[in-house]
């Protein structure tokens, strides 16, 4: 159905480095792509990374945890990783891609019910959101039984502050579409969906954005717990808070932070690019 065209020097535009006022970082400009094929192939290639990376983190559950992207093209239909397949072994060529009624119009695996109920909400209720990561981590799944969120306790944990929600409505395991739209209803226009006795949402403007605020989540609910237990946290000032998120919750500062992982996984495991 879709074509997926082999990288070419067209593919995208030169990066332009630019000095961004909010991070105060020379971060590059985001990639311009010459077709939504390429653009295509690229979404694919970061998503079968992200979801190596959530192998290589041990964010594997059995077969829970999933990560979609919007296709650029058909908005309504978004590339998953499948049902029953180990994040440590997934390939571009394992990913499916889903339209809205749940049917997988690309690819040869089966669809994860709760992908589909957790993800197409989302994607649909929220159109500057091109991707949606989830999973239950240990840490997030901790703070969640806590009835906790993130508190600012640092820079990293500021790129949260009001920009997420606590979801207490626990119901069993997501299969049903009315629980999957309630999540994104409750989730607004916020970056990160805490959910009670369950796991972790986060969405981005990017796949790489997505992704970047998962693994930042994980890593402040492990550094939340660790002081809540050693003692007191002293929490940063609202002002504080506001100031270290303009540039740890930079959305352009996530982008570019996942490329480092890019790079990393993709040259430990270019076996994940195959078609």
């Known amino acids: 159905?879709?074509?997926?065209?082999?990288?070419?020097?067209?593919?995208?535009?030169?990066?332009?480095?630019?000095?961004?006022?909010?991070?105060?970082?020379p971060i590059p400009d985001p990639p311009v792509f010459a077709s939504?094929?390429?653009?295509?192939?690229?979404?694919?290639?970061?998503?079968t990374a992200a979801l190596r990376l959530f192998g290589k983190f041990g964010y594997g559950e059995g077969i829970s945890g999933h990560i979609s992207v919007r296709d650029p093209e058909h908005l309504d239909h978004f590339w998953v990783?499948?049902?029953?397949?180990?994040?440590?072994?997934?390939?571009?060529a394992d990913l499916i891609c889903v339209d809205a009624t749940g049917t997988v119009v690309e690819g040869h695996h089966r669809l994860n019910t709760s992908s589909f109920v957790i993800h197409s909400p989302i994607h649909e209720l929220r159109p500057d959101v091109t991707a949606v990561a989830h999973g239950h981590t240990v840490h997030t799944r901790a703070l969640g039984c806590l009835g906790q969120l993130l508190i600012p306790l640092d820079q990293e944990s500021a790129a949260f502050y009001q920009q997420q929600v606590l979801y207490e409505d626990y119901e069993g395991p997501s299969v049903t579409v009315a629980q999957g739209r309630d999540m994104a209803h409750?989730?607004?226009?916020?970056?990160?969906?805490l959910l009670k006795h369950h796991g972790l949402v986060t969405v981005g403007a990017s796949i790489e954005e997505a992704v970047h605020w998962f693994f930042t989540y994980e890593t402040c609910a492990h550094v939340q717990l660790l002081a809540?237990?050693?003692?007191?946290p002293q929490t940063l000032t609202h002002e504080q808070a506001l100031a270290a998120a303009e540039g740890f919750g930079a959305p352009e500062l996530a982008r570019f932070s996942f490329e480092l992982l890019w790079d990393e996984v993709a040259h430990e495991h270019p076996e994940l690019l195959d078609e």
């Open 36 to 47: 939504p094929a390429d653009e295509r192939r690229h979404r694919k290639q970061r998503l």
């Open 186 to 193: 409750k989730l607004g226009d916020h970056r990160a969906l």
């Open 1 to 25: 159905m879709f074509s997926t065209c082999p990288t070419s020097s067209s593919e995208r535009t030169q990066h332009v480095t630019r000095h961004d006022s909010g991070t105060g970082l």
């Open 228 to 232: 809540s237990a050693a003692g007191t």
């Open 81 to 92: 990783n499948p049902l029953g397949l180990s994040f440590n072994r997934l390939r571009v």
